[in-house]
């Protein structure tokens, strides 16, 4: 088993920052294949970023390309998605999501508002 743990989220105003983070713990070898996706209200979740499982190379939507960077710390088996230049059209409740082996889990969720 493995247990996903967000923090980070909160209210910020269009064009501001806010930074991200993911805690993995329990039965987890290596922050590959873990990444963000994210849940817009009506909408169906999507990928935002997230590290290859087997290469480790991290992707980008392109609706958040050169905006996001997604980063990690494998010795605390965490990673960050930091959020620069927000717009509204990113609100929504970010998801932690590890996959690889077959498996996938996920955390439970914090919510990102954009709003003036």
């Known amino acids: 088993q493995v247990q996903l743990v967000e923090s980070g989220g909160g209210l910020v105003q269009p064009g501001g920052s806010l930074r991200i983070s993911c805690a993995a713990s329990g039965s987890i070898s290596s922050t590959n294949g873990m990444g963000w996706y994210r849940q817009a209200p009506g909408n169906g979740r999507e990928v935002v970023a997230r590290?290859?499982?087997?290469?480790?190379?991290?992707t980008y939507s392109e609706a958040v390309k050169g905006r996001f960077t997604i980063s990690r710390d494998n010795a605390k088996k965490t990673i960050y998605l930091q959020m620069i230049n927000l717009k509204t059209e990113d609100t929504a409740v970010y998801y932690c999501n590890d996959f690889k082996n077959g498996l996938t889990y996920w955390g439970q969720g914090t919510q990102v508002t954009v709003s003036s």
């Open positions: 590290f290859g499982s087997v290469t480790g190379s991290d």
